[in-house]
């Protein structure tokens, strides 16, 4: 018993898991589905009050309905409107008499016959004179386009009392045979009513075939513009074909061209079957490969008119062609609902809404051929079909317009955040140029503290030790001097000289003038080109000490130790193909000294230091210095270079 109980708690739990999550997704369905056919509803009520409300009138006062026809050799009474037992009537059309007063006093006003409907074509004659013959417009003799025509009758025509009005009605099916009520009046009092059929029924489709042709150049354009979205293709020849149909009427039979109205009624399931793979497309589906059939009729009725004569292309598009119109519409319908249950956007519904329109009219339609509805036969598919393309052509053409506008709106927020990138790129290379130049001032104020550290230090140090030792004089003053001289080289060292290094140099000839001068020793300065040394934008006031320092050393060398006479110095740029770069020499005629093997001075300890220390600060500087001694004397050659370095590598 206990084992019965759990597999029927087991089974109830699995059948409770598996249909879990399968109600809540039927809730969703129906909670959405249901508001939009309730509201599908609602538009095919007011579709149907509005075909009824919106039906032209006619002056009845005018109308003459009494006819008698003869047709198949038959004559009889008729009241009109009627429709003729035959399909085809070309060889012998129905023929209609009837009779109309008129009054002689009316003749001033001038009377017209007007003929609201009919099919296919009439011929209308008063007193035996044809005043009209709609053969002769080819729109006109088109069913589906609800053509009505007027034409005066010339007063010379009419006589005082009754009159006789007769009509030719000529069909060439597939349709039967349709005759309206025939109005013969005042102009002016038939003209309203014309006008108004007019403008619903002929200028109002020229608007829409026209709105439809630009929409179609627009669609065709943006589907070579993006090849990867069809849908702007397809939409846009089903336009097209829309197009053809309105503005090429086919032509009236017999007519040797009558192959031709094969071609354009094989266009219109066509048309319908590309605006359900539009449906299909636009909703972002993938088109099924069995939705080629919907094809299928249409390429029959166009082969078949192709190869056969008239009039089995209009049978064929009267079994076909128009059921799959109404097959396509109804698909096209389900798609819609299915796109609203799945989407919920607004153009689901727009589309949906469109679409039961244009379905109610073609039922509409449909009850009018086979006259089960009254017999006014005005036919408003083809005006909604137009109407809902024009709709789904604007909805996609704003579409686009609204992806470009977010487009331009991304690539405006790129912009906005590209310069606000570069604000803050800006900001950091400025913080960085700021951090960089804080870092040179600190290194400028290092070396300079080390430079004050190692001469005018090292000088007082010097004084400090001379006067503690208890000397006295000169040598204190002496090295007092030094320390002097020091600190005024460090001093001019700090000028501002624009990278010219020849100002710095001029004031390093007055000094070694002014200490060259107790010692009779002769400063021999040359500048051997007329610019002096080249330019150094880079040149730092540690660049100039370290220079002037070598300088110094070399003077004081040929000063202190080579008892030197005459002390050249010359000032040269060269330029081996490299760029150009300055050399300084410095050449005394002093005794000169015997360099060791790694040719530094072995005459004693403190002359050697020099020579290193000369060979260190060339090093900081970038500098190639070359020392040479003999006999004749002592040749430095400081070799600048061609840009300084920034850093002081040499210094560790």
């Not at 430079?451 to 208890?470: K, Y």
Request: glycine content about 6%; some cysteine.
């Amino acid at each position: 018993m206990s084992e019965v109980l759990a597999k029927a708690i087991t089974k109830a739990t699995t059948k409770a898991t598996t249909t879990a999550p399968t109600r809540p997704r039927r809730q969703l369905i129906a909670s959405r589905l249901v508001p939009y056919l309730l509201l599908q509803v609602l538009i095919v009520i007011v579709t149907i009050l509005g075909l009824r409300l919106l039906q032209p009138s006619d002056p009845d006062d005018f109308a003459v309905s009494d006819f008698s026809a003869r047709e198949d050799g038959l004559t009889r009474p008729v009241t009109l409107p009627h429709f003729t037992s035959s399909r085809y009537s070309l060889a012998d059309p129905p023929f209609y008499a009837g009779a109309f007063s008129f009054r002689r006093d009316d003749a001033a006003a001038g009377w017209s016959v007007y003929l609201p409907r009919f099919s296919n074509a009439v011929e209308v004659a008063v007193n035996g004179v044809v005043v009209l013959d709609s053969r002769r417009d080819a729109n006109a003799n088109r069913p589906d386009r609800n053509t009505p025509e007027i034409a005066a009758i010339p007063a010379s025509l009419l006589r005082d009392g009754s009159n006789e009005i007769t009509v030719r009605l000529f069909v060439w099916g597939p349709l039967k045979g349709f005759l309206d009520t025939v109005y013969v009046g005042p102009d002016v009092a038939l003209r309203p009513a014309y006008e108004t059929r007019t403008l619903l029924f002929v200028t109002l489709p020229v608007v829409f075939s026209a709105w439809q042709s630009i929409l179609a150049v627009i669609l065709a354009i943006m589907w070579l513009m993006r090849r990867r979205e069809p849908v702007y293709g397809v939409l846009a020849t089903a336009m097209v074909l829309g197009v053809v149909q309105a503005f090429a009427p086919p032509p009236v039979p017999p007519a040797a061209t009558s192959r031709l109205a094969a071609v354009l009624l094989a266009s219109a399931p066509i048309e319908s079957a590309l605006v359900v793979m539009f449906g299909v497309l636009f909703f972002g589906w993938r088109w099924p490969r069995y939705g080629t059939l919907v094809f299928a009729p249409g390429i029959v009725v166009f082969v078949v008119g192709l190869i056969g004569g008239p009039p089995l292309p209009r049978i064929l598009f009267l079994v076909l062609g128009i059921p799959t119109v109404g097959l396509c519409l109804f698909v096209m319908a389900c798609v819609t609902a299915t796109a609203v249950v799945r989407r919920q956007d607004a153009a689901s519904f727009m589309i949906g809404c469109a679409v039961t329109i244009v379905l109610v009219c073609w039922i509409k339609d449909m009850l009018t051929v086979f006259e089960i509805v009254s017999n006014e036969r005005i036919f408003v598919s083809r005006l909604s079909y137009s109407a809902m393309l024009v709709a789904i052509g604007a909805g996609l053409t704003w579409r686009f317009a609204r992806a470009l506008n977010q487009v331009d709106s991304f690539a405006g927020q790129l912009v906005t955040r590209v310069r606000e990138a570069e604000e803050r790129l800006k900001a950091s290379f400025a913080r960085e140029e700021e951090r960089a130049r804080a870092a040179a001032l600190a290194n400028e104020r290092t070396r300079l503290m080390r430079d004050l550290h190692d001469g005018l230090g090292g000088q007082l140090v010097s004084i400090v030790a001379l006067s503690e030792r208890g000397h006295e004089g000169a040598t204190i003053t002496d090295a007092a001097r030094a320390a002097l001289k020091d600190l005024r080289l460090v001093i001019d060292s700090m000028d501002d000289i624009g990278g010219d290094l020849m100002l710095a140099l001029g004031s390093w000839r007055e000094r070694a003038s002014a200490q060259l001068r107790p010692h009779d020793i002769t400063l021999d300065w040359r500048v051997a080109t007329p610019q002096g040394l080249p330019l150094h934008p880079e040149l730092r006031p540690w660049h100039v000490i370290q220079i002037v320092r070598i300088l110094d050393e070399a003077v004081t060398n040929a000063v202190k130790h080579a008892q030197a006479r005459r002390i050249a110095v010359t000032i040269d740029t060269l330029d081996a193909g490299q760029g150009p770069y300055g050399v300084i020499s410095v050449t005394d005629d002093g005794q000169g000294f015997a360099p060791n093997e790694n040719n530094e001075a072995g005459r004693n300890g403190q002359t050697a230091r020099g020579l290193r220390n000369m060979r260190s600060r060339a090093a900081r500087c970038g500098a190639a210095l070359d020392l040479s001694s003999d006999a004749s004397g002592t040749r430095v050659r400081l070799q600048l270079p061609q840009r300084f370095p920034d850093s002081d590598a040499a210094a560790g």
